[in-house]
C-alpha cells in the first residue's frame, strides 16, 4: 500500500518536494489555501527573479544564518543541481550580473512556474485548493477549513513565512505549533528597508536615488552591492544583507549605525591623492572631479562633515570612507521580502523532521534561517524540498 503524503503549504519548498516524491511509493496531496500555488514565488518573479546564485557552492553555504544548518541540504542539491532539473524542464537559466542566475529572456515567472506544476501533474500529485490548515484534530489528524479532517501517513508543513500576506504567507500557523509544545520565536523582518530620518531638503531632491558600488559595514559585517534612497530611508541588497546584524543592533541599543563606504575600490590614500590632484580649490567641484561623485552623493557627504573637516582632505576623505548612516527601525514586516523567526531549527532532526511529533516534517522559511536574497532563498527553500523527497524516497520501501 502507497503511503499518503499530506504536503501543507504550495510555495516552492513544497512544490520541490512533491516534485521529487517517488509517485510508486507515495500518494502525494498539496493543500493550499489560496486558489492557486505559489503566489509568493511569483511575487519574487516581479522583480528580479533570481532563481539561485551563481556562486561557488563553498561560499554560497557562507551566506545563510545559522552556519551550518543548511550546509549539508545545499551540497546534496546545490545551485547548479538546481539549474540542471530545471534544465530538464524546459527552463533555461543564465548568470547575470552580480552571478545572480534568472531564467533565460523571454521566458516568464509563470512559465517556471507552470513549467513546475506540469512535473507534479506527472508524478500524480493531487493538488487541493482552498484548504485552510487549522491545526490538528484528534490523534495528530488534519484539521482544514474548521471541519474538514485529512488523515495522512507522512505530513510535510511548508507555509512559508510572515510577509506579504497578500500571497498567503501569514504565519497564522505559529500558535499550533506552539500548542503543541513546539519553540517558535517571533517573526521579524529580514531582506527589509530601514528608516533614516534624512533632512528634508535633501531627501525631497534625491528620494528614489541609487548608490550603486558601495559597500556598508556594521561592526564586523561588509557588504558590497548598491543602494536606494527612499523618502522611508534606505533599501537595497547592501542594506537587505545586513538585515540579520541591523536587526540585533536595534534590539540592543534602539538604533544602529551603518558606515557607507562610497568608493570600496580605492583606499583612503588613494582618495587622498585623487583629491589632492584636482586643482580647483571648490571642494565640491574637486569632489566630482576628481571622484566623479553625483550631487547627491556631495550632498550626503555634506551633510555628515562639518563646514571646517569638509575642506580638509585627510577628513573628507575618511568621510567618503566612512560615513556613519544612523538607522531607526526596520520597514513594517509585511513589506519584508523574508521574515526569520517560526519554528526553532532545534525542533527539527537532519532530515527537518520534527523531533517531537515523528513523521512531520517542517520545511522551507517556515524554520528560522536566514539569507540575502538574489537567489539564496529560493535555492535554500526548493533545496530542502528535494532533499526531503529524496531522503523519503530512500527510507520508504
Ligand atoms: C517581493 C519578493 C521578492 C522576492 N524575490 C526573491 C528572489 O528574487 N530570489 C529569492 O531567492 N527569493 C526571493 N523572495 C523570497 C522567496 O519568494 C521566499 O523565500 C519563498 O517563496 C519561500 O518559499 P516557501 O515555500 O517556504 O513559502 P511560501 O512561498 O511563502 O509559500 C507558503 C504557502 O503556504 C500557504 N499557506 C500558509 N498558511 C497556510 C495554511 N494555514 N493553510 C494552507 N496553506 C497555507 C501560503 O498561502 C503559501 O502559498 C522574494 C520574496 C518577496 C516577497
Redesign the pocket.
Known sequence: MKQKVAI???????LMLAATLDFSKFEVSV????KT?????L??G???????HGSDIELMKQQYHPSGFLDKTLETFSNQDLRNWLRSLGIETFVGSSNRVYPIKGIKPIQVLNAILQKLEENKVKICTQ????GWKGNNDLLFNETEVVKADIVIF????S??SV????G??LPYFQKKGIATLPFQASNCAFKVDWQSEFIDKYNGFPLKNISLTLGNHSVKGELVVTKFGLEGNAIYALSRVIQNELKQHGQATVYLDLKPMFELEQIIEKLKQVKSKNTSEALKMGLNFSPMQIQLIKQSISKEDYVEIDKLAERIKSLPISLLYAAPIDEA??TTGGIAIEEVDENFQLKALPNHYI????LDWDAP???????A?MSMGVVLGKRLNEIIH
Not at 511548508?158 to 513565512?161: E, H, M, T, Y
Open positions: 501543507v503549504g504550495g510555495g516552492p519548498s513544497a493543500y493550499e489555501q489560496n500555488l505559489g503566489r509568493k514565488f511575487v519574487a516581479d522583480g528580479g527573479f533570481n532563481l539561485t484548504m485552510q490548515w487549522n511548508a507555509l512559508g513565512g510577509s506579504w500571497t498567503g504567507s501569514r497564522t500557523w521580502i523574508s520545511i522551507g522559511e517556515m536574497t538574489g537567489g539564496y532563498l529560493l535555492q527553500c
